[in-house]
């Protein structure tokens, strides 16, 4: 059995938020950040967020709790390991989120991919339907499509998400509970 690992970016292996709220903080003071998974927001925010997304800020993104500790292990225990954010498609954004990533997480993912600035991913997924793959994401809409993929789906926690519920979406804390779950 391959062990393949899909994941998202921002909300599950990076601190998208965090670095947002301190970017809205400096250019936008009065502006207040918003659920980061939804993006029919108001005009204003969601123009701070493509601006986010295209700003030199994409480049120094914080881990997102235990991510790079237990992303490495996946890695260490012969996991592909596939991201797939859906940032935008600026090249030289694109290029500061890789070398983010690399610097965090040197060669642990096999392949990380960009999509257009809140672009469901549904057609990045379908290339995985019924592989037995494990995906991991912050977004409802994304973590649905996994499990219709059949996927193993995660959900990572946050204070924006934990409402709903689905058959074959899990929620968890961290990649503590998700190592635990697909390796013991």
């Known amino acids: ?3 393949i690992l899909l994941t998202d ?3 599950v292996v990076l601190d998208w938020s965090g670095r947002f709220d301190e970017y809205l903080k400096m250019y936008s003071p009065t502006s207040k950040s918003m659920d980061p998974t939804v993006f029919e927001q108001t005009d204003d925010i969601a123009q701070h967020m493509r601006e ?6 994409i480049g ?16 260490q225990d012969g996991w592909q390991i596939f991201a797939c954010t859906a940032m935008g ?5 694109c290029s500061l989120r890789k070398k983010n990533i690399e610097n965090l ?8 991919e960009m999509t257009a600035f809140g672009e469901p991913k549904h057609n990045w997924l379908s290339q995985w339907r019924n592989s037995g793959a494990v995906w991991v994401e912050d977004k409802w809409a994304n973590a649905i499509a996994g499990a219709d993929f059949g996927l193993k789906t ?7 998400n934990t409402k709903h519920d689905y058959q074959g979406v899990e929620k968890v804390d961290n990649w503590t509970q998700i190592y635990n779950k697909v390796t013991l």
């Open 89 to 93: 498609n600026d090249p030289y954004s």
């Open 9 to 11: 970016l921002d909300g």
């Open 52 to 57: 986010f997304n295209r700003s030199a800020w």
């Open 154 to 160: 995660f959900l990572m926690k946050h204070s924006y």
């Open 105 to 112: 997480f040197p060669h642990v993912f096999d392949r990380v």
């Open 60 to 75: 120094y993104l914080e881990p997102l709790r235990d991510a790079r500790e237990i992303l490495q292990q996946f890695k």
């Open 1 to 3: 059995m391959r062990k």
